[in-house]
């Protein structure tokens, strides 16, 4: 089955302890990205990937990081994570980095920073 | 930087009504556009796209939606709402730079009534 999938789905831990959500798509797609979905704000991109080895920055960075060794992987990392780093965190992946290319989610991941 | 307005964070239907969600862009060229749904604990569905072909798009589950370019509007229909309908619909708009991020409104749940 096509999919995306995240790890962990739930996650709960404290302020600076350094966590890592892992993101997977088994479609040989080439573009992946993470989004944060905060109530009211609808979804903010914080990175995304157009191929391996290929990472920048979206609009809310700050605080995250990303790596893409693998075309299939694309974890994010929080080195140090802050209680505004609570949120729902999803993963996507299309085709290609294109415009029109459908976007396909992960089932998320929420995230609560104490 | 472009922008999605959702009108109206929710939207209370009876079953068998007609479903209108409202979606307004800013942007001076047509853009691609995106209507997803979310439902409850689980990631971001496709429901339709406009991709610049026709303006009248139909998607799944009986929703389609409109380009109207003088109104910079694309907002989502069905013609008769099911139980099933509810959940949470984003509109969003495809950048028009190189980092083919979407940039989403900030949601309209729909409620549907028996």
């Known amino acids: 089955e096509a999919q995306v999938t995240q790890n962990p789905r739930y996650l709960i831990t404290v302020t600076g302890k350094k966590l890592t959500v892992t993101c997977s798509q088994n479609?040989?797609?080439?573009?992946m990205s993470w989004y944060r979905q905060d109530p009211g704000l609808g979804l903010r991109q914080i990175y995304y990937?157009?191929?391996?080895?290929?990472?920048d920055k979206g609009d809310v960075p700050e605080g995250y990081k990303v790596s893409r060794k693998e075309k299939r992987n694309f974890p994010l990392i929080l080195e140090s994570p802050s209680p505004n780093q609570t949120s729902l965190y999803f993963c996507?992946?299309?085709?290609?980095?294109?415009?029109?290319?459908?976007?396909?989610f992960g089932p998320g991941t929420r995230l609560t920073v104490l | 930087a472009q922008s999605v307005t959702q009108l109206g964070s929710h939207v209370s239907v009876s079953e068998g009504a007609l479903v209108l969600l409202r979606c307004n862009y800013s942007?001076?060229?047509?853009?691609?556009l995106f209507w997803y749904v979310q439902y409850p604990n689980q990631g971001l569905q496709l429901l339709l796209k406009?991709?610049?072909?026709?303006?009248l798009v139909k998607g799944i589950n009986g929703f389609e939606a409109e380009f109207k370019k003088s109104e910079t509007s694309f907002h989502l229909t069905k013609p008769s709402a099911h139980m099933s309908d509810a959940a949470e619909y984003f509109c969003?708009?495809?950048?028009?730079?190189?980092?083919?991020?979407?940039?989403f409104g900030s949601g309209t749940r729909l409620l549907v009534r028996p």
């Open positions: 969003a708009v495809s950048e028009e730079d190189s980092s083919y991020k979407l940039i």
């Open positions: 996507a992946s299309s085709r290609e980095w294109g415009n029109t290319d459908t976007q396909y």
């Open positions: 942007s001076s060229v047509p853009p691609y």
């Open positions: 406009y991709t610049s072909a026709a303006t």
């Open positions: 990937s157009m191929n391996v080895e290929v990472t």
């Open positions: 479609m040989n797609h080439e573009y």
